[in-house]
C-alpha cells in the first residue's frame, strides 16, 4: 500500500499530524496524543484517516498519568484492542513527558495540518488555549505561513473565561449557555485576569445580570484576539 498522510484533528488546545508508511491488510490504528496544559486529547485514526474514537480528559497533576489514561478510554470507545496501534504521535506542552510516544510534532504545525484537513480554504487559525492565544496563518497545503502566540499573559485565555466562570460560580458549560441570553452590553475594561476578577465582583456586587457580564467577557476575549492584526505581517492581516 502506498505512504499516506493520516491527519488528527484535536478539539480546544491542539491538532495532530503524522505519517504512517506501508499498512498492512488488516485494520491497524493511529494515535495522534495531544498533552495540554489544561486538558489530554486522544483521537484515534483508522488507516483511512477516519477517526473511531475521540477522549478528552482533564491532564490533572501528570502528563504521563494522563495520557496512558485517556488512550485507555480512547481504545474502550473505539472497541479495538491497544495492540492494534501501529503508531502514537504526541503534541502539545506536555508532549515532552510522554516516553511511549513513536513522533513529536509541534502545536503550531499540527493545527495548520488539522484545519487543512477539515477545510482546504482555512488560511488563518485561531486557538484559544488554556494559557495561551495562537494566531497561524497557513497555505493552501496546510503548510505554516506565519504565527503569532501569546503566552505571557493569561488574558483572552482559555484560563481566563475558567477563572471568570469560578468567580460567577459556573461551570464552563453553564457559563457558555447564559452568555447567549444578554441584553445590556456591559465593558470589561480590564484585560488583567485579576483586575478583570476585580471587575466581576463589582458587577456582581451591582446586581448585574449574570448573561450581561458573561457577555463582556465573551466580547473582552473577542478584542484581545482582535488586537493582534495590528501587529501582524501583511500576509495574516491579508487573510484574516
Not at 461551570?171 to 483586575?195: H, Q, R
Request: with cysteine.
Amino acid at each position: 500500500m502506498p505512504k499516506r498522510q493520516m491527519l488528527s484533528i484535536c478539539r480546544k488546545e491542539g491538532y495532530s499530524v503524522a505519517e504512517l508508511t506501508d499498512i498492512q491488510n488488516e485494520l491497524k490504528q493511529l494515535v495522534p496524543d495531544t498533552i495540554n496544559t489544561t486538558s489530554t486529547d486522544v483521537v484515534i485514526l483508522d488507516q483511512d484517516g477516519k477517526i473511531k474514537s475521540t477522549m478528552i480528559i482533564l491532564t490533572g497533576g501528570g502528563a504521563m498519568m494522563s495520557a496512558e489514561k485517556s488512550l485507555e478510554q480512547a481504545v474502550e470507545k473505539a472497541g479495538i484492542q491497544k495492540s492494534e496501534i501501529v503508531r502514537i504521535v504526541t503534541t502539545g506542552y506536555g508532549c515532552a513527558y510522554i516516553d511511549n510516544g513513536d513522533d513529536s510534532i509541534t502545536e503550531i504545525t499540527c493545527h495548520a495540518k488539522g484545519a487543512n484537513y477539515l477545510n482546504p480554504n482555512v488560511r488563518t487559525v485561531i486557538d484559544i488555549g488554556g494559557q495561551d492565544i495562537k494566531a497561524i496563518s497557513i497555505d493552501e497545503n496546510g503548510a505554516v505561513k506565519n504565527f503569532l502566540m501569546n503566552d505571557k499573559c493569561a488574558a483572552g485565555t482559555g484560563r481566563f473565561l475558567e477563572m471568570m466562570a469560578r468567580t460567577l460560580g459556573l461551570s464552563l458549560e453553564e457559563m457558555s449557555v447564559k452568555g447567549l441570553d444578554w441584553k445590556e452590553n456591559i465593558v470589561i475594561s480590564s484585560m488583567c485576569t485579576v483586575f478583570a476578577e476585580s471587575e466581576v465582583v463589582s458587577l456582581v456586587a451591582q446586581n448585574k445580570d449574570v448573561a450581561d457580564i458573561i457577555h463582556g467577557l465573551n466580547v473582552s476575549v473577542a478584542s484581545k484576539v482582535g488586537h493582534w492584526p495590528r501587529v501582524w505581517d501583511r500576509t495574516i492581516r491579508e487573510n484574516i
